[in-house]
């Protein structure tokens, strides 16, 4: 059974930092492309950044890019998404989820909240 537990959300000051994990299990996690992805309050959901492990390659969106940082510990089978110089903006629900080529995103975590805040 695929699973995904979020973990290190909470409040952060803006200008702060923030550092969220996802550990996987279930699946071979080193194969995979993994992203995250976040919903704000009253908004649809936007892509954060995915990490392709067999590649090690990253992709960022314009709106995090400089700031935000996906990385992964295949020894640990946990994906991680350092946060720096947070805005209000950066508030948000953040799932990390498996992407498959052809399908999409089909393994989903319960999401962590993230509020940035004075």
């Known amino acids: 059974e695929v699973q995904l537990v979020e973990s290190g959300g909470g409040l952060a000051q803006p200008g702060g930092s923030l550092r969220l994990s996802c550990a996987a299990s279930?699946?071979?996690?080193?194969?995979?492309?993994m992203s995250w992805i976040r919903q704000a309050p009253g908004k649809g959901l936007e892509w954060v950044s995915t990490?392709?492990?067999?590649?090690?390659?990253?992709v960022y969106a314009d709106s995090v890019k400089g700031r935000i940082t996906i990385s992964a510990d295949n020894a640990k089978d946990t994906l991680y998404l350092q946060m720096n110089s947070l805005k209000s903006e950066d508030t948000a629900v953040y799932y990390c989820?498996?992407?498959?080529?052809?399908?999409?995103?089909?393994?989903w975590g319960q999401g962590a909240q993230v509020i940035v805040s004075s």
């Open positions: 989820a498996k992407y498959e080529y052809g399908l999409g995103y089909t393994y």
């Open positions: 279930g699946f071979t996690f080193s194969n995979s492309a």
């Open positions: 990490l392709y492990s067999a590649s090690a390659n990253t």
